[in-house]
């Protein structure tokens, strides 16, 4: 069955540094893959969509990179901001979206 | 223009009653999704419904059932509750099938006791 890993649980970064995060899947492949942020309490909001044939996309501070080799992708926020703390939530995606269990950011003001 | 919203917010019940959840989906979409997320989890597919029928269903027992509506509006029933039923159930619209962008309501937070 499809398994989905984020790294950590959760991730510590100071203020202005950039936050890596990572997600690995195995036993399957999707088309693409979509990143979602949650905030305590709240459902997931969606941030950006990667393409099986693309390597990379930015949005703003984000970029998001999609290794289908490795089946891998990585989520990076630059210049980070104490508001960006939350939890981020990968999907790898083909007929439905199936989410790892999230990492959560806490940026340290 | 109205997001995906869904009703109840929070819902208390004991083991073994049944409960309904609602979800009105984000305007112009047609799919909705329904998820399970236990605290600290990501959230687990349970079902989508598109044209008032179950098109997919995630690994959940046949106590977890549902319906949609001609308007695209969903109901999640859930039967003989469990106590490891408690979560936060969130629904999710979007535009036709397949694993297109999801777009969430707050959630219902159900606790059985």
């Known amino acids: 069955s499809q398994k989905i890993e984020q790294n950590s649980e959760a991730l510590n970064i100071q203020e202005g540094k950039t936050a890596t995060l990572t997600c690995n899947y195995t036993n399957y492949s999707p088309a693409y893959l979509q990143w979602y942020r949650q905030d305590p309490g709240r459902g997931p909001v969606f941030l950006l969509l990667i393409r099986e044939n693309e390597k990379e996309k930015r949005k703003e501070r984000l970029k998001v990179t999609f290794d289908t080799t490795l089946k891998q992708s990585l989520f990076h926020i630059t210049a980070s901001q104490p508001a960006d703390s939350a939890t981020y939530l990968c999907?790898?995606?083909?007929?439905?979206?199936?989410f790892g269990t999230g990492t959560r950011l806490t940026v340290i003001p | 223009d109205a997001g995906v919203t869904q009703s109840p917010t929070h819902l208390i019940k004991t083991r073994g009653q049944q409960v309904t959840l609602r979800c009105s989906p984000k305007?112009?979409?047609?799919?909705v999704s329904w998820y399970q997320q236990a605290l600290g989890q990501g959230p687990q597919f349970i079902f989508q419904y598109y044209e008032e029928e179950e098109r997919q269903r995630g690994n959940f027992p046949d106590r977890f059932s549902g319906h949609q509506f001609p308007n695209y509006s969903s109901e999640l029933n859930v039967n003989a509750l469990l106590l490891g039923d408690s979560a936060l159930y969130l629904c999710a619209s979007s535009l036709g099938l397949a694993g297109a962008t999801q777009y969430f309501g707050p959630g219902t937070r159900l606790l059985v006791l």
């Open positions: 305007s112009g979409h047609d799919t």
């Open positions: 999907a790898p995606t083909s007929n439905n979206l199936f």
